[in-house]
C-alpha cells in the first residue's frame, strides 16, 4: 500500500519568492503544492516544516478529504492565510500524485472539460492615459481578450498595481512587494481617485470601443458609500466587474454597494474559506468569486466552494498573478476547465526566471488558457535551478493618506 514517504517545502526567488511543497510516496510518486503568501512566505514555510509535513509521513497519499480534514479540523487554530495555505499545498500536491498514478490530468478527476479554455484577463496599467493606452495595445497584441485597467492618479506618486513606465516591448512584470527591509509607504487620496476613474473609462471607451471587457481594482481602499459613488458612475461604461471595491471583511456593507450600483462585483482574493463567502453568496451580494486556489484551502476547498457559489449564479474569477506560483495557476486552471460556473481567469505570465525553475504544461492562446493534458497538475521543479534563487525579504506597500499620514487601506 502506498504512504507518504517524503515531504520537504522548497523556497525559491527567481525575482520573486515562492514555497513550494513536494511530497513523495513509497512508490516514488512525487506531487507539487503551492504555499506562496505574498510578504509573509516564510510564516507558511514554517508552518508546513514544523506542524504539517510531520504530520503527513505515513498518510494514504490517496485520501485526499481526509487529510483536508485532518489538517483543518484537527488544529485547534482553524482558518487564517498560513493555515489555508499550508493546506492548499498538501491538498495540491496530493491532487498532483492522485492524477500521475491515474495518467491523467486533475480536470479529468474533476469530471473532465466544460470548455475548451478558460478566458484570461491580463494587468494593463501606466502612469497616464496615453502610457495605459499603450499597455492594453500590448496586451491585445500578445492575445488577451480582456484586460484589468489602472493608472496613476494625478497628484500622487507611485500607487499600487500600477507598473512603472517601461521601454517599448518589455514585458510587463510588475512587483509590489519590494526587496527592502522595510515595506515601501504610498500617499492616498480617495476624492482625487473617484475624480480620475471615469474620466480613465472614458478615455479607454473611446480609444477601443464598448467590446472590450474591461476589469477594475479598488484594493479595498473606499468605505460603502464611496465604493458605491464609484460603481455608479461606472455604469455606463459596462466593465465586467469592479473588484474589492471596499474592505472585503465588511460583508454587511456590501449590501449598501449592491443597493445603490448594477456593476459587477468580485470580492474575495483576501478571504481564505467558504465561511468568509457565506454571506455574500447566499445574498447575492457579488457576482464573481476571486479567491486564490493556493489561499483558499486547494481544489477540494475551492470545488465545494465553487458548487454553493453556482446554486446563486456567482461565478468564479480566481485571483493569479505572479504572486501566485506556476503550481499554484495550474491548479485553478484544472478547476477553471472543469467547473460549470466559470467566469475569468486572472493572468500574468511569470518571468523567465520563474519558469526556469517551474516547467509548465499550461498553454495561452487566443485569449485562453488551458493546464494541458499531461498527468497530475502539468508543472516540474528543478530543485537545481531553484537553489541559486535564495530568498530575499520583500513586502507589499503600505498605504498612508496623502492630507495627514493616516494609515489607510489599501
Known sequence: MSAI???????????????????ETSDGVTGLG???LNGRELAVASYLSNH?????????????????QYLYRG??????????AAI???????????????????????????????????????????????????????????????????????????ATEQAEGQRYDYEPAKRAALPLEEAWDTRRYLVHVPEVFAAVRDEFGPELPLLHDAHHRLTPNEAAILGRSLERFDLFWLEDCTVAENQDALRRVRSQTLTPLAIGEVFNSVFDFKTLISEQLIDYVRAAVTHAGGITAMKKL????????????FHGPTDISPVGQAAALHLDIAIHNFGI??????????????????TFRDGLLHPGTSPGLGVDYDERTGDKYPYTAAYLPVNRLQRDGTIHDW
Open 5 to 23: 514517504e517524503r515531504a520537504e517545502v522548497l523556497v525559491t526567488s527567481p525575482g520573486r519568492n515562492f514555497v513550494t511543497l513536494k511530497v
Open 34 to 36: 503551492d504555499a506562496t
Open 52 to 68: 504539517v509535513v510531520p504530520l503527513l509521513i505515513g498518510r494514504d497519499p490517496h485520501k485526499i478529504e481526509d487529510t483536508w
Open 75 to 84: 488544529a485547534y487554530w482553524r482558518r487564517g492565510p498560513v493555515t489555508m
Open 88 to 162: 492548499a499545498a498538501v491538498d495540491m500536491a496530493l491532487w498532483d500524485i492522485k492524477g500521475k498514478v491515474a495518467g491523467l490530468p486533475v480536470f479529468q478527476l474533476l469530471g473532465g472539460e466544460s470548455r475548451i479554455g478558460a478566458l484570461a484577463y491580463g494587468h494593463a496599467s501606466g502612469a497616464d492615459i496615453p502610457s495605459l493606452c499603450n499597455s492594453i495595445r500590448r496586451h491585445l497584441d500578445e492575445g488577451y481578450k480582456a484586460v484589468r485597467i489602472q493608472t496613476g492618479v494625478p497628484g500622487l506618486g507611485q500607487i499600487y498595481g500600477v
Open 306 to 317: 465553487m458548487d454553493f457559489a453556482a446554486l446563486y449564479q456567482i461565478k468564479s474569477g
Open 345 to 362: 481567469q486572472e493572468y500574468m505570465k511569470h518571468s523567465a526566471e520563474t519558469l526556469s525553475v517551474f516547467h509548465t504544461s499550461y
